[in-house]
């Protein structure tokens, strides 16, 4: 079974623009979950989807944006992006959501995005 | 507030010796409770979780974590490590809600 896959795995923007990071889960999996992991703050939770809903979300401003298509793919969007946007976004997929408890999160390779 | 402290960023063992990576979460984090391990340019890979079953969990690559209540605590060790364990690991609780990491530790194994 094919692992989370994550596109693109690097970008380069500058600040002010906006960017779109893509995820497709582990087939069969409907929870996909974001997070930024960057030297200072670490891994962070931006928000998790289940069955295209936001189930969850992270303390993060408004201009981080996601949202999951009908076969679990998911997006996630940063506008007016600014240099501490700088980070390693990685998506997680599961087979349930997260908002029910425990279950085992698989990570893509992540998206390397840095921001001039 | 919910957190997850990993003691130390950055532990150095030599080969063949014990490895110990401690972490500690708070009383509020349900218990359960992940080691997550990071290769360079790589997403995580999950080592073990506790899922309130045994308290002594075994993991892949000969890693084990022991989960302590009245500690708190779900450190990491392996008898022996090897080279191929160098590495940064993560502990990490779960909730409802999403997952809460510890700041990492990265581990060098000197031959």
Same mark, same amino acid.
């Given at each position: 079974?094919?692992? %989370?896959?994550?596109?693109?795995?690097?970008?380069?923007?500058?600040?002010?623009?906006?960017?779109?990071?893509?995820? *497709?889960?582990? @087939?069969?999996?409907? *929870? %996909? @979950?974001?997070?930024?992991?960057?030297?200072?703050?670490?891994?962070?939770?931006?928000f998790e989807y289940f069955s295209?809903?936001?189930?969850?979300?992270?303390?993060?401003?408004?201009?981080? @944006?996601?949202r999951q298509f009908s076969n *679990?793919? @998911?997006?996630?969007?940063? *506008?007016?992006?600014? #240099?501490?946007?700088?980070?390693?976004?990685?998506?997680?997929?599961?087979?349930?959501?997260?908002?029910?408890?425990?279950?085992?999160?698989?990570?893509?390779?992540?998206?390397?995005?840095? %921001? #001039? | 507030?919910?957190?997850?402290?990993?003691?130390?960023?950055?532990?150095?063992?030599? +080969?063949?010796?014990?490895?110990?990576?401690?972490?500690?979460?708070?009383?509020?984090?349900?218990?359960?409770?992940?080691?997550?391990?990071?290769?360079?340019?790589?997403?995580?890979?999950?080592?073990?979780?506790?899922?309130?079953?045994?308290?002594?969990?075994?993991?892949?690559?000969?890693?084990?974590? +022991?989960?302590?209540?009245?500690?708190?605590?779900?450190?990491?060790?392996?008898?022996?490590?090897?080279?191929?364990?160098?590495? +940064?690991?993560?502990?990490?609780?779960?909730?409802?809600?999403?997952?809460?990491?510890?700041?990492?530790?990265?581990?060098?194994?000197?031959?």
């Open positions: 079974k094919a692992g %989370v896959t994550q596109t693109p795995r690097y970008l380069i923007k500058t600040r002010g623009q906006q960017v779109t990071l893509s995820c *497709s889960p582990i @087939s069969g999996h409907r *929870s %996909v @979950s974001w997070y930024q992991q960057t030297p200072g703050q670490g891994l962070q939770f931006l295209e809903t936001q189930r969850n979300k992270g303390n993060f401003p408004g201009r981080f @944006s996601g *679990s793919r @998911s997006e996630m969007n940063v *506008s007016t992006l600014e #240099l501490g946007d700088s980070a390693l976004y990685l998506c997680a997929s599961s087979l349930i959501s997260l908002h029910f408890g425990y279950n085992e999160q698989f990570f893509g390779p992540g998206t390397r995005l840095t %921001v #001039l | 507030a919910q957190s997850v402290t990993q003691l130390g960023s950055h532990v150095s063992v030599s +080969e063949g010796a014990l490895v110990l990576l401690r972490c500690n979460y708070s009383s509020s984090v349900p218990p359960y409770l992940f080691w997550y391990v990071q290769y360079p340019n790589q997403g995580l890979q999950l080592l073990l979780k506790y899922t309130s079953a045994a308290t002594l969990v075994k993991g892949i690559n000969g890693f084990e974590a +022991e989960f302590k209540k009245s500690e708190t605590s779900f450190h990491l060790t392996k008898p022996s490590a090897h080279m191929s364990d160098a590495a +940064e690991y993560f502990c990490a609780g779960g909730s409802q809600g999403n997952l809460i990491f510890g700041k990492g530790t990265k581990l060098s194994v000197k031959p």
